[in-house]
């Protein structure tokens, strides 16, 4: 977040720019907009002015978007960490979904395995017609539970993997937005940063 060093009748001028600015373009007297406008004529941050500069010169509308950006870019440092924990949240809640289908998966399968088993068993004193009926009976029954059990664990798994591959792509739209200035589109220091790394790295 910025500070704001100035004296009182610097703050003050700096809020009357604001706000006459704010009113001639029709832009919301709300304070997440006259934080960015009386940053931008602090003249604090070069890139902030050389943008909003660009859009007006531009004849660009000065839009509710054009001003969240512009505050999500300048003002707000939690954004991006936000969402990136977030991100990390769900991701470990739905790896431990998947750790506990798993898990319930193996269990499934071994009363399964202990059923065939116990089947296997009383088919070998087997003597009478009612008795492999019954045997019988309780083979299908395992089986029908699990086959239940195994569509459950493939409709979940489903679910976790759309979840995981929404969540890849919220990553990589993060990613984009911290590697952008947020109202140009254009690449900023930090992915000028990175393209260096890179390239130091690849010699």
Known sequence: MV????????????????LSLMEKHG???SPKNFAVWYLYFSGREPELVR??????DG??????QV???AYRRFLSSDDE????????????????????LVASAGAGAAEYGDAL??????????????????????????TRIMRERNETLESR?????AEIEQLKVNLADTRRKAMTDALTGILNRSSFDAEIARAVQEA
Request: hydrophobic content about 40%.
């Open 51 to 56: 943008s909003l500069d660009k859009l007006m």
């Open 3 to 18: 500070d704001y060093p100035e004296t009182t009748e610097r703050a003050r001028a700096l809020a009357q720019s604001a």
């Open 81 to 100: 960490g936000a969402a990136l924990e977030d991100a990390a949240h769900r991701t470990r809640t739905e790896l431990d979904k998947i750790l506990d």
């Open 27 to 29: 832009i919301a007297l």
């Open 67 to 69: 001003n969240d950006e």
């Open 117 to 142: 088993d116990s089947a296997s068993s009383a088919l070998a004193g087997v003597d009478e017609s009612d008795q492999l009926s019954s045997v019988v009976a309780n083979i299908v029954t395992a």
């Open 157 to 161: 798994l489903g679910e976790s993997a």
């Open 59 to 64: 004849a660009h509308a000065l839009t509710d």
